[in-house]
């Protein structure tokens, strides 16, 4: 009897954002707005725990930067392009409506006819979701190796949110934005492999999802067309994050799905060596912590230096706690992400 195939991470490859941007930097831009409503100066680190986050150069090529992080995974598996048969695109910042940018990432890959590529979008938690996908397709051997790939770019929409508060002063603006001001840019590559090529790198043992689609409004990035607008290319693009609301149910939703991923895995809190998880803030951190029953010290974090990367920030994040020997062989290792939505998904893996 043929044995059903494994799903292992054979590799990561990250690219980092160039240009450092402190937070001080940040609320520089809005100086006038926070002397206006008596801001005081270092609110967003204060509050948020991100003291610099890193941003792509103007105009940078989203598909360009993927491209170079999937070629870093890809060298690190010693493996080229030709051994791929799948690409998942799974960034919330893409290139456009249409074509995927999976497309766009294959091209400058040099893949060939034979790959599938599509683009996948759940706020935060695309990248592990389409782990997911990549070990359902594997597992029912429809694909041997998939590529995973997200980048962020976050200048843009937080140029846009200081520039919207610098027009209309308002603490509740101020609230909405907090969140939007901790956006950071990069790129994130995994190399998802079946057993059946490689069982070299961490395996994966399980994954549990929830969602709590009441909240579906807490979070909300896209355009917006004004009251009374007559010319459609005046639309506004706009992030805006209800961060209590966000916090609280989020919260619940992840107390919920942690419980949830325990029972399927038949594990105890005390089982699991490390997590990784998204990269919020500090606020998030010190309340989902102990609300799962972890020690920080149990947990890798990049926000204070990187932010918030949306997608990126998971991989992105143990990639480089596997680089400083915070993963080690044998550690049971959980991915505990969450979106807005809400949505919520966990991964286990075996690290190796």
Known sequence: MTSIPELHLAATGIEMAPCVVTSVEIEQMMSSTWKRLGIPNGQIEQLTGVKERRWWNRNTSISEMSARAVSKALDRAGMDISAVDRIIYAGVCREGFEPATACSVAHHLGAGDHVELHDLSNACLGAIDAVVLAEDSIRSQRHEVTVVV????????????????EKNPDMDLFTKSLATWTGGSGAAAMILTSSR??????????????????????????????????????????????????LRHGVELGVKTWNRFLEQLYWKPSDVDRTICHQVGSAHRLEIMPSLGISPDQDFITF???????????PMTAALAAERGFLQSGHKVAFLGIGSGLVCRMLAWEWR
């Not at 969602?211 to 579906?216: A, C, K, L, T, V």
């Not at 204070?304 to 998971?314: C, M």
């Open 150 to 165: 997200s980048c962020e770019s976050a200048r843009e929409i937080v140029e846009i949110a200081c520039a919207k508060i």
């Open 197 to 246: 090529i490689s069982d070299k790198g961490p395996r994966l043992l399980g994954s549990a999802h929830g969602s709590d689609s009441r909240w579906h409004q807490l979070c909300r990035w896209g355009v917006k067309t004004p009251p009374n607008l007559e010319d459609p290319a005046e639309r506004l693009e706009y992030m805006e994050t209800d961060a209590i609301g966000v």
């Open 304 to 314: 204070p230096f990187l932010g918030n990367i949306g997608t990126v920030s998971i």
